[in-house]
């Protein structure tokens, strides 16, 4: 009996090694993950690839974007221009203002050169106001 146990057991001859079995089994993993993540890789890529080249709506585009590049302008576009509320730009138009616009069916049409030079001249006056209610006046009566 003593014998017996000191024996090991035969190897199997043509059999495959687990060893070899397990590296076959990492490298198919490996290989299954490299291609999700180059399949991955070309989505973002192609979905970049959309969104920089993809063409802009004005429309869509913020305020401080679109609105300088366009040589007319409506009210409510004047009015985020000019940081002026919608009713504020109607009124400078009823009241002649801002006497060059074209009225069109849906409100007014207005040079963005037009609302500079108000711009420019409205902030002159206010400066030339400010500026006049600053000084002293001098009280050259004297009697």
């Known amino acids: 009996m ?6 090991r057991p ?5 059999g495959i090694s687990p060893t ?6 990492l490298g198919i993993c490996i290989l299954i993950a490299g291609i ?3 399949g991955g890789v070309r989505k973002l890529n192609k979905t970049l690839e ?3 080249f993809a063409p802009t709506n004005t429309v869509n585009v913020p305020s401080d974007m679109g609105i ?13 221009y000019l940081n ?5 730009i109607t009124e400078l138009i009823k009241t002649g203002e801002i006497t060059e616009y074209v009225e069109t069916a849906t409100g007014y049409s207005i040079s963005v050169t037009v609302l500079d030079n108000w711009f420019d001249n409205e902030a002159y006056q206010n400066k030339l106001r400010s500026n006049a209610a600053s000084e002293p006046t001098e009280d050259n009566s004297e009697e």
């Open 84 to 88: 002026l509320s919608t009713e504020k």
């Open 10 to 14: 035969a190897k199997r001859s043509g």
């Open 20 to 25: 070899l079995l397990a590296a076959v089994f």
């Open 50 to 52: 959309e969104k920089q």
């Open 68 to 80: 300088s590049q366009k040589k007319y302008l409506t009210e409510e576009e004047a009015g985020e």
């Open 36 to 38: 999700n993540i180059g």
């Open 2 to 7: 003593a014998n017996q146990s000191n024996q």
